[in-house]
Structures are given as structure tokens and as C-alpha cells.
């Protein structure tokens, strides 16, 4: 039956595909050709900027409606464990994302410029007095036991932890372990964040190690789990997955809703203090109930300060260039930074934060 389904699929798939050749080929019979003729120059053809043109004209080629590209996208990753440039397919069910696994040009000096924003941060904190502890958050792909099948993996990201290890050795950085004994299954296999295990597993060792420097906390925090629900993750977005049929493209995660309060005893005027511990960092802070498993095993308060593509510190360089007022009365905060971010190009404020350091 699974043979017979999947040479349906592949003869749709063809379907598909053949009228595609006569729209390209329509296309470069009338204005289609006259770029590429533009940038057939010597430069080009040695640089590839070409084909790239060539790509471009053969995309404009083909019609777009969003019920073609998801039947395309959907049969192409069925045919052929293809879910597109920036995303990979794993075992079934399982998605991860390129640039985490694949070698990135500049890569080992970014990181060694991103060890020197992480010595001017610790700088930072300690001209005002906060603790500071930094948590790296795993890569995917390295903790998600046999859910990657195999999938390549650049001798670059491999070595990106042991190279960060390395590199802070001597920077004096707090650092909480959660990588070593990460769930296999800590990870949304349709996304590229971890899922409630795997945040509550991080949230449970960074409160032992904020509890160890600050003590018990003494607020009562009520935390809510509901049943879990379809999600569909970032990564079948990125893929154009996320319309696909059923029998086409990954299920999508089951997870639970996570969220939480503090219960306060006082009265409705009375006078709230500023959370003593601040939480900065990415998406994995804001997903999963991470920042509400944590408040719940700290019996505290956190402020939260993360930030939506953050990518290494995004909102802690915002803080403490434009902001840092928000730190006042902070005795602690965790930095939650992903290990895939280590490499990525520097952005503007990194760059600014070095004073321009190349």
C-alpha cells in the first residue's frame, strides 16, 4: 500500500512538473531572456550571477497560487525528502533548519568576535552589581537523538559548542549546563524550538542554579498546563508545508498550553516591587511556557525581556545601549542564547557594541 501511495504521489508530481517546463519555457521565449543577456557579463558568468538570474526568471516563470505551491511543496517533500533551501527533512515527521547545520562563510570569526561582546556584557553586569548567568540553548540537531537520520551536518556546527566552551574558559561567564542530558524528544519536531519537555527540563536546571545564588523564592505561582493541541511549527512555514494535505507533509506537533501567575496577597494599591530576576533572550524564552515553568520552580517572579529573533543578544544589547534603566533593582538575570546564533553574521548593534570591531 505505501508503494502504491507513493507512485501516486510521484506520478502528481510529475503532472505538475511537466506544465512547469512549457510556462519556463514560454516565458524565455518572450521577456524572459533579456535579463539573463543583461548579466551575461565576464564577472558574472565566474560568480554564478548567471544562474542566479537564470533561478529568478525560471520562478517568475511559473504561476503562484497558494493552492499550487502547497500541492507542490507537499509532493515534493512526500517524492522527494525535499522540504526546500531553507529547511531539511530528517526522518518522517521530523524538519530542521538550514542554517544551523550547514557551514556559514565568516562563521569562527564571528563567534570569536561574539566571545568579545560576551566579556563587554559580564563587564556590564558587574559595573551594576547583577549577577549574570548565561545559558546556551542546543542546537536541534544535536540533541534530537535518531530524528535526524542522518542528515549532514557541517564540521563547523558540530564543533560551534566545543569552540564557544573553549572560547568563555577564561571569561569568568556563569554558565548553566541544560544541553547534557536534554531529552531526545525535547525538541517540536516541526519547529525549530523545544517543546514543553524539553523547556521545562531547561527551565528545572537554570532554577536550580538561580535558586543556589539567590535562595528560595517565596511567591506562590500558579501554573497552568492545558490538553494538548495541533501546532503548526515555524519550520513547516518555512517550507511551505504548512497548507500541505495530510498525506503530504508532517503532522503537526501536539503540545499543551503553558501559562502562569503569581498569586499576591496584598491589597489591589499596594505597592508590587520589581521582579529580582530578569530573563533575556530569544524565542526560546517566549515559547513553550519556558518563562512560566521557570517562575513556577523559582517561586518568583521573572521579568520578561526576551525578544522574538533576537538571534545571540539581541535584546540584551537594546537594554544596555538604549535602555538600561530596565535593570535597576535587578539582582540577577539570565541570557539565554542560542549555540546556532554563534556564527551567524554580526548585526549592526553587535558591531556597535564592539565600537566597529572587525
Not at 503532472?15 to 510556462?23: D, K, R, S, Y
Amino acid at each position: 500500500m505505501a508503494d502504491l501511495f507513493r507512485t501516486i504521489a510521484t506520478l502528481g508530481f510529475l503532472a505538475l512538473l511537466f506544465p512547469g517546463f512549457g510556462f519556463v519555457i514560454a516565458h524565455f521565449a518572450g521577456s524572459g531572456t533579456a535579463p539573463v543577456i543583461a548579466a551575461a557579463s565576464g564577472k558574472n558568468l565566474i560568480d554564478g550571477g548567471v544562474t542566479a538570474v537564470v533561478d529568478r526568471q525560471v520562478v517568475a516563470a511559473l504561476p503562484r497560487t497558494p493552492a499550487v505551491d502547497s500541492l507542490m511543496a507537499g509532493l515534493t517533500y512526500l517524492v522527494l525528502d525535499d522540504a526546500g533551501p531553507q529547511v531539511r527533512a530528517g526522518c518522517p515527521g521530523w524538519l530542521f533548519i538550514t542554517e544551523e547545520i550547514a557551514f556559514q562563510k565568516g562563521g569562527d570569526a564571528n563567534l570569536a568576535a561574539r566571545l568579545r561582546i560576551a566579556a563587554k556584557i559580564r563587564d556590564a553586569m558587574k559595573a551594576r552589581g547583577i549577577e549574570m548567568l548565561v545559558m546556551p540553548v542546543p542546537d536541534k540537531i544535536s540533541v534530537s537523538g535518531e530524528g535526524s537520520c542522518g542528515l549532514p551536518v557541517s564540521r563547523q556546527a558540530q564543533g560551534r559548542l566545543a569552540a564557544w566552551r573553549a572560547g568563555t574558559a577564561g571569561l569568568g561567564l556563569q554558565q548553566v549546563d541544560v544541553i547534557t542530558g536534554f531529552p531526545a524528544h525535547g525538541y517540536l519536531r516541526t519547529d525549530t524550538h523545544w517543546n514543553a519537555a524539553g523547556a521545562r527540563y531547561a527551565a528545572d536546571r537554570l532554577a536550580a542554579a538561580v535558586a543556589a545564588r539567590l535562595g528560595p523564592g517565596t511567591e506562590k505561582v500558579e501554573l497552568a498546563v492545558s490538553p494538548p493541541k495541533a501546532r503548526v511549527g515555524d519550520l513547516m512555514h518555512l517550507a511551505g508545508l504548512d497548507r500541505s494535505y495530510p498525506w503530504s507533509g508532517p503532522a503537526p506537533d501536539m503540545e499543551p498550553e503553558v501559562s502562569s501567575r503569581v498569586i499576591r496577597t496584598g491589597g489591589l494599591l499596594d505597592e508590587v516591587p520589581a521582579p529580582s530576576v530578569i530573563l533575556i533572550g530569544t524565542s526560546f524564552s517566549l515559547r513553550s511556557g519556558f518563562a512560566d515553568f521557570l517562575a513556577a520552580a523559582l517561586a518568583r517572579e521573572v521579568g520578561q525581556k526576551s525578544r522574538e529573533g533576537g538571534g545571540y543578544a539581541g535584546a540584551m544589547l537594546d537594554i544596555l545601549m538604549n535602555s538600561p534603566q530596565i535593570l535597576d533593582g535587578t539582582r540577577l538575570v539570565v541570557w539565554e542564547l542560542p549555540i546556532r546564533t554563534l556564527t551567524h553574521p554580526l548585526t549592526e548593534a553587535e558591531r556597535r557594541f564592539l565600537g566597529d570591531e572587525k
